[in-house]
């Protein structure tokens, strides 16, 4: 242990060379938010073999000579277009064997309750942001987080049983699932800022967080073979894989991860002082008094909620409808529309890392003010997606262009983790509402009915919120440190650097925390 009074925060010293323990936290980190992605995702394209057709629908026959290398599926858009039905499906390759039929559903559910379905994980999500934060501060980040994810994988596990006994018993298993996994981001967000020298802070966060695009688009991808070769009974496969998977994950996070470098056993001396005199080992013990009155009703903060809701608004409803409106309107096959579900995620992982480094230049090159780049950010991802979101609409059965816009509206949604501010925690319990409410209006608007105009409205609302929630942030929201702020957190200063920042140990005093404030700790300046 070094002794407190010889740590500087913000020392240079030269780090050590080769893998180093921090690096096996952030790569458990990675592959822990990866896994529960996955459980968080896997229901949203299991749905669709799990779930009958509704015949109700009116459906085109299938086109005589269209298959998957002959005639484009987009050159009969126009006889489907704007006649509010579903697109031509397409005949499989000749001598294909089709073990998985797609109308071979086993539960009879309408829209509105496959929406409620859906979710219902983020009943249990939203309500456990603040209390993880709390119990992370107190007893550290390793269990909460370790221990988040083992019970979203043993509930992961028990879902075809919950399924196939009552539905009420899913939507308790879901819920189940969303308490264990809103621990998640509070409780990395703690090992971060234990293990995370601030040189590297942005880069072990952005690759720990990254996991849930990685994991989001492999599940999807992975969850369409499983279906279609009927693997370990089909549908059930993807929860018994993703959860044994997880469970074993777990196993490995027990013996790996340590809540701070001094608690490892395994640790060389280099990186202890290495992490040690970068962080401060412990830069105030002084606990500090948490303004919520100050905090509540501050204008920018409620700006701040009303912009994540909007982005959880369209995200969510894209992340939990998309396989859905691909099978029901595209009529794309089980393999086709995991692809096809997963290449947004894909891309977004891309954007999400470039836009806010940037952003990032060009507020540090003072090329731009810090608010005007994040006004600019916000205009790009949500504005940008709703005329995306505007277009799907419009682009009928041309599948190309349809998956073009649609991936479009998704990726552009990461320049949004460039706009937003230091209180993501308390917006994150606010804006997962959207998690459950969205899913569930798209419920009632094609219940019975999965038709391109109702799909239509759908987008359209999704549009709207976007372009709503970007006008309230362009002309309320505020850059500018809020006097609360100064009057309670204990300035910080970083290597080479005078900036008054509101830290992950200072974050984690108030209990604030959420999916991207990790990163954007570090991909701001102000």
Known sequence: MIPEDSVKPGSTDRKPSGWGTRHTVIAMGFW?????????????????????????????????????????LRDLSHDYRNNGSACPTSAPKHGESLIYSEDSGEFNWNEVEQGIILGSFFYGYMLTQLPGGIISQKYGGKWPLGLGIFITAVFALLTPIAARTHVSLLIIARIIQGLGEGLCTPAMHNLLGNWAPPQERGFMAGVTYSGTSFGTAVTLIGSGYIIHGDILGGWPGIFYICGIISVLWFVLWCFLVYDTPTAHPRISGDELYYIQSSIGSQVSKKKLATPWKSIFTSVPLWVIVVAHTGHTWGLYTLLTELPTYMRSVLNFDIKQNSWMSALPYAVMWLTAFLIPMTAEIMIKKNWLTTSSVRKICQIIAHVGAAFALIGASYSGCDTTLTIFLLTLAVALNGAAFAGFGVLMGITNTVANISGFIAPYVAGLLINGNSTLGRWQIVFYIAAAVYIFDTIIYIFFSSSDEQPWNRETII????SGSTE????????QQHAVTSDEEAVLVDHRNG
Do not use: C, K, W
Request: charged letters at 10%; proline letters at 13%.
């Open 32 to 72: 822990g938010f990866a896994m529960s992605y996955a459980m968080r995702v896997n229901l949203s394209i299991a749905i669709v073999a799990m779930v009958q057709r509704n015949d109700s629908s009116p459906t085109p026959p299938p086109a005589p000579h269209l298959t998957y290398t002959g005639l484009p």
């Open 491 to 494: 300035p910080r200063l970083q």
């Open 500 to 507: 008054h920042l509101v830290t992950s140990e200072d974050i």
